[in-house]
């Protein structure tokens, strides 16, 4: 009891010691007596001017306080003369007692009408280096008198108001502020929910752009500072500037965040992101978070929404397509893996009105932008999607040159350099340009200028297609290979498809290896060599009766009206085979062979891609037996050769038969014939049989 006893006097003398101490230090010391050695010290120490234009107050007990009025940091030399840092007001409160302990107890830290101006000169050096010293090396000595931590921190609060922060980026060009800056921190302690609020207006040169910012949620630190959760976390922004999508964007952020750096994990909760009319909700986890290691993987979804609307909110015409019904509504669903070089869409669903895609998708390495893919379309009509054709025009298929050039315009060769893909695409069923095909396979490798697509496979008009494409951009000019085939397919249904008119129908099988150089689709045109072959059986050429333009040509000829045709305009044939020579452009074929029950058809010509124009000439002979399509009325023609002639346009060729030529041949012949028939008969009259044994060795009559 007499211990306690002394104990009890010996703290209260100890609690008197200080209440007078503290009385006299604040009766005998004013701290305005120090600015000018303060300013001095400061001036020692960074060069600068240090302005303390209000006053200062001191508090002592039971809080070690400290009030400061207006002061002023000058800026460094090659800045702007505006103030480094300005403050209207600072004022802090520790309590005196619990330092005895080790143990910080802070009031509200209150700072308000802070000016604080950052920046860079224009060789990228800060305005704050002068400032800062390099730190010493520690010394054993100098760790034993650093003394234990503190055992414990309590802050009352910070409220920062009405403060101000630009940057100046000398060196880049660029200007950014932060006005009207308010700061809210509730009472701050390991364990305790800390209410935060922040809210200031931003303002940039470049781009040009300028809005305000929002953002509130409560803070939980853990005992050791290691681990901290956010919850309630919002966060919305209004901005507007010239180079935003529409002008203006608005957008709000909500979740929950758990950080545990001891651990190295995060975990982003009940993600909800509102952007353009779009929602996006999920959540993420990561591990190794502080180290080179560290991966991320989670899952996002893209509510519906109406992509029509999304395009017009980002300041973009909506498209003009041929079925007003599309772009009506998409989704997403995105599991996602990530590192910090890397991101990839494990398992990826998109959705676009009536077709759906799957697969992953991603980008294997920041730095080379290399994408992968491996995805498949389970449908899609291409051509509701595409503008709708001028009145009395077809949509026409690109080649491929034209769908790399963009149908009408130059190779993009930059972006084609820069491709770094390495991804398949399956479509189950395809329509595009009216062409339909189903179980399409296309696989894409592209680095450093060389793109290839192969394979190329796809399943159409009871057919098949396959193909081999390379296109070398690495040089000035564009180079494009091509080794494509197709087999079995029905020209028919295709040609009606593809161009509205079926001119030719039959079995195809074509094939073709071409190269063409240039940027331009003209250009490559211009410069298409290779050889092709095709082959067509059971089928016939629609809009021209090579029976019928002979019966025709015939008729006038003998001075009779045509003959009536009552059968289709077109000439079957049972087999239609050829092979060509494309130079610069222009097809030869020399061997041009058809077969009919009625005809025997060769001939030889070109047809001009650059210039569009066609020049043929065929040799027809109507066979032995003429009971095939209209052989009826053309006996006598029988195998006599007539020559055919089609020249013109693509869109519209001429067709003529030369039969004069031919008649006239014939009627020659026939007369011929008849003469020497007259003249071996006079002659065997007159000569007696002994003469005419002779003349029969000798002649072989």
């Known amino acids: ?23 006299a230090l604040l009766i005998f010391v004013d701290p305005n007596d120090y600015k000018d050695q303060i300013t001095r010290a400061v001036q020692e120490q960074t060069g600068r001017t240090l302005t303390i234009e209000g006053d200062m107050e001191l508090s002592v007990f039971p809080w070690l306080g400290l009030e400061i009025g207006r002061t002023r940091l000058s800026n460094a030399q090659g800045f702007a003369d ?127 752009m300028e809005g305000e910012l929002e953002l509130a949620g409560v803070l939980t630190l853990g005992p050791d500072l290691q681990r901290f959760e956010i919850s309630d976390f919002k966060l919305e922004t209004e901005a507007e500037g010239e180079t935003l999508p529409g002008g203006k964007v608005e957008a709000g952020l909500a979740s929950g965040v758990t950080v545990d750096l001891g651990a190295g994990t995060l975990q982003v909760a009940d993600l909800v992101l509102e952007a353009m009319g779009l929602t996006v909700t999920g959540q993420v986890d990561g591990q190794n ?7 991320f993987s989670g899952n996002l979804k893209v509510q519906e929404f109406v992509p029509r609307e ?58 080379s932008q290399a994408i992968r893919f491996d995805l498949t379309l389970d449908q899609i009509d291409v051509d509701r999607y595409l503008p709708p054709p001028a009145e009395g025009e077809t949509q026409a298929a690109p080649t491929p040159a034209q769908a790399a050039a963009g149908a009408t315009g130059a190779l993009p060769l930059e972006t084609l350099r820069a491709l770094n893909l390495d991804g398949t695409l399956r479509i189950n069923q395809l329509k595009a340009y009216q062409l339909r095909s189903a179980d399409v396979l296309v696989t894409i490798r592209a680095k450093d200028g060389l793109v290839r697509v192969n394979p190329a496979r796809a399943s159409m008009y009871e057919g098949g297609y396959s193909g081999d494409i390379t296109l070398d951009a690495r040089g000035d000019k564009a180079r494009i290979a091509l080794d494509e085939k197709v087999q079995g397919v029905q020209a028919g249904p295709l040609l009606k498809d593809l161009m509205g008119d079926d001119k030719l129908v039959g079995t195809a099988d074509v094939n073709a290896k071409l190269t063409a150089t240039g940027n331009t689709p003209e250009a490559l045109k211009q410069t298409l060599n290779g050889n092709a072959g095709f082959s067509f059986t059971e089928g016939a050429v629609k809009g021209i009766n090579v029976a019928a333009l002979i019966r025709n040509a015939k008729a006038r000829l003998e001075g009779k009206p045509a003959p009536a045709e009552s059968g289709p305009n077109q000439t079957d044939f049972t087999s239609l085979t050829g092979t060509a020579k494309v130079t610069n452009g222009v097809i030869r074929n020399d061997d041009l062979a058809a077969m009919s029950p009625l005809l025997r058809v060769d001939g030889q010509g070109m047809a001009d891609l650059p210039q569009e124009q066609v020049d043929y000439s065929l040799t027809v002979k109507l066979v032995g037996s003429l009971e095939g399509q209209g052989g009826e009325g053309l006996q006598d023609l029988k195998g006599v050769a007539i020559p055919l ?49 002779q003349l029969k060795g000798i002649f072989g009559r």
């Open 1 to 23: 009891m007499k211990a306690l006893r002394i104990v009890g006097i010996l703290i209260g003398v100890l609690v008197l010691v200080l209440v007078i101490g503290a009385g």
């Open 82 to 208: 505006a103030p480094f840092a300005e403050i209207e007001e600072v004022g802090v409160q520790v309590r005196l007692l619990p330092l005895l302990r080790k143990e910080l107890e802070m009031s509200t830290l209150r700072l308000k009408g802070l000016d604080l101006y950052l920046g860079l000169d224009k060789q990228g050096n800060p305005n704050w280096s002068d400032m800062i010293k390099p730190a010493a090396e520690p010394t054993p000595e100098a760790d034993e008198g650093r003394g234990a931590a503190l055992a414990g921190l309590a802050i009352g609060g910070v409220e920062i108001t009405d403060a101000n922060l630009v940057w100046d980026d000398q060196q880049a060009g660029a200007r950014y502020q932060l006005r009207d800056l308010d700061l809210s921190l509730s009472e701050i302690a390991p364990e305790t929910p800390i209410d935060f609020s922040l809210d200031f207006e931003v303002e940039l040169d470049q781009p040009a």
């Open 289 to 295: 978070i502080q180290s080179d290691q560290a991966r």
């Open 310 to 367: 999304l395009i017009e909110r980002l300041g973009q015409p909506a498209p003009e397509v041929s079925d007003a019904s599309v772009l009506s509504k998409a989704d997403a669903d995105i599991g996602f893996s990530a590192t910090p070089a890397s991101f990839n869409a494990d398992k990826l669903t998109l959705r676009l009105d009536d077709s759906t895609i799957t697969g992953s998708a991603g980008i294997a390495n920041f730095t």
């Open 645 to 693: 002639r089609i020249e013109g346009p693509f869109a519209k060729p001429n067709y003529s038969v030369d039969l004069a030529k031919v008649l006239e041949g014939a009627a020659r012949e026939k007369v011929k014939e008849k003469v020497e028939e007259e003249v071996e008969k006079k002659l065997e009259d007159k000569l007696d049989d002994k003469v005419k044994d």
